[in-house]
């Protein structure tokens, strides 16, 4: 792996790490770039995958990001707040796997006790239609995509955006911010 600074957009700048895959046989030979970036003060960091397929057969793939909202390895007591079936709700104390599509791509996930705060993590994916799913037990959450049409034709290079955001500051930001990914750089 080669790990830079990176810069977009002018002000957004972090860390590229890239590499071609040459353990797993599906994407052998395939160009990976994984960007974090920031800007000064901002409580966000955006993530974008950049997947190459500089291979003779065409690739397919599903991103996804596994979170740790608390910061300290423990999902447990964890609060999913996203908006499902028109209206916010929260998903907690969850017994047996469960699994949800945001409407919106937008997930709140905050440490229990701190429903009355803005204290949490917030997860964002790109793009209009509902295309995320998160998949909650009580040890852990798996936040990913589900374009299951993320196919590359040899030589396609596909961005795939994501966002996370500290603390923010109620869900309706979050979900402005989710509604401008697709229009950043």
């Known amino acids: 792996m080669d790990t830079r600074a990176c810069e977009r957009g002018g002000v957004w700048k972090g860390v590229e790490v890239s590499w071609t895959s040459q ?3 599906t994407c052998r030979g395939v160009r990976f770039k994984l ?3 920031t800007a000064p003060g901002s409580p966000m960091v955006l ?3 950049v997947i190459k397929n ?5 690739l397919s793939f599903i991103p996804c990001l596994f979170v740790d909202p608390g910061f300290d ?3 447990g007591g964890t609060i999913v707040h996203t ?3 028109g209206s916010e709700l929260d998903l907690k104390d969850l017994p047996v796997p469960a699994s949800v599509t945001p409407e919106t791509n937008s997930l709140w996930l905050r440490r229990s006790g701190t429903q009355e705060s803005n204290e949490g993590l ?3 994916w790109a793009g209009s239609d509902p295309g995320s799913v998160a998949i909650l037990t009580n040890e852990i959450a798996i936040c990913g995509s589900m374009d299951f049409s993320c196919w590359l034709m040899p030589g396609d290079e596909r961005v795939v955006r994501a966002c996370l955001f500290v603390d923010p500051p109620n869900f309706e930001d979050l979900e402005r911010v989710q509604a401008a990914l697709t229009e950043l750089f």
């Open 122 to 124: 917030g997860l964002l």
């Open 23 to 25: 353990i797993q046989q």
């Open 47 to 49: 993530v974008n995958w």
């Open 83 to 85: 908006r499902w079936g």
């Open 35 to 37: 960007q974090y970036l």
């Open 54 to 58: 500089s291979t003779g057969a065409p």
């Open 73 to 75: 390895g423990a999902f």
